[in-house]
């Protein structure tokens, strides 16, 4: 990693990188952990709580909020965005900005060897099946299962393909 690198990087103290993590510019991560020989493109923010595992690819303007798993041999697209709230707000009912003890945090899982293509929008609650492929632009609302490929908005299981 070059020192301008470094310079435009945001890592806060907490996060836990395994062995060989390529980590580019302009990123932000806090309260996470990455495995060893992950890739984290540009304009990635990866925040508290979040799980990645090892050799895994997360493309430039990606967003893992709190909640979500990826286990190992991921491949994130670029611009992907992962959601954690399902009904979000921006005050409670007494109009005060909501704190961490306004909302409940919605996990996903996002099983080993799946690939989620550029700009899809992965809701909370759901698990992506092991070696699934989710289609560039989908909007995943429900479960995936193993092997799948699923486009559109709701995201629609297209085939399914044997895991080996």
């Given at each position: 990693m070059?020192?301008?690198?470094q310079?435009?990087?945001?890592?806060?103290a907490?996060v836990?990188?395994?062995q060989?993590?390529?980590?580019f510019?302009f990123t932000?991560?806090?309260?996470?952990?990455?495995?060893?020989?992950?890739?984290?493109?540009?304009?990635?923010?990866?925040q508290?709580?979040?799980?990645?595992g090892?050799?895994?690819?997360?493309?430039?303007?990606?967003?893992?909020c709190?909640?979500?798993?990826?286990?190992d041999?991921?491949f994130?697209?670029?611009?992907?965005?992962?959601?954690?709230?399902r009904?979000?707000?921006a005050?409670n009912?007494?109009?005060?900005?909501?704190?961490?003890?306004d909302?409940?945090?919605?996990?996903?899982?996002v099983?080993r060897?799946?690939?989620?293509g550029?700009?899809?929008?992965?809701?909370?609650g759901?698990s992506?099946g092991e070696r699934?492929?989710i289609g560039?632009?989908?909007?995943?609302?429900?479960?995936?299962?193993?092997?799948?490929?699923?486009?559109?908005n709701?995201?629609?299981?297209i085939?399914?393909?044997?895991?080996?």
């Amino acid at each position: 990693m070059s020192s301008s690198d470094q310079l435009y990087q945001r890592i806060a103290a907490d996060v836990k990188l395994g062995q060989r993590v390529k980590i580019f510019a302009f990123t932000n991560l806090y309260g996470c952990v990455v495995g060893d020989d992950t890739k984290i493109g540009t304009f990635v923010e990866i925040q508290k709580g979040v799980r990645v595992g090892a050799r895994c690819k997360i493309s430039s303007h990606s967003f893992l909020c709190e909640g979500v798993t990826l286990e190992d041999e991921v491949f994130i697209g670029h611009g992907v965005t992962f959601i954690n709230d399902r009904f979000p707000r921006a005050t409670n009912a007494h109009g005060q900005l909501q704190t961490e003890a306004d909302w409940k945090c919605d996990s996903t899982l996002v099983k080993r060897g799946a690939s989620i293509g550029s700009g899809a929008t992965i809701l909370c609650g759901v698990s992506i099946g092991e070696r699934s492929i989710i289609g560039a632009g989908s909007v995943v609302t429900k479960d995936v299962p193993a092997g799948a490929v699923v486009a559109g908005n709701p995201a629609r299981v297209i085939r399914i393909e044997k895991v080996n």
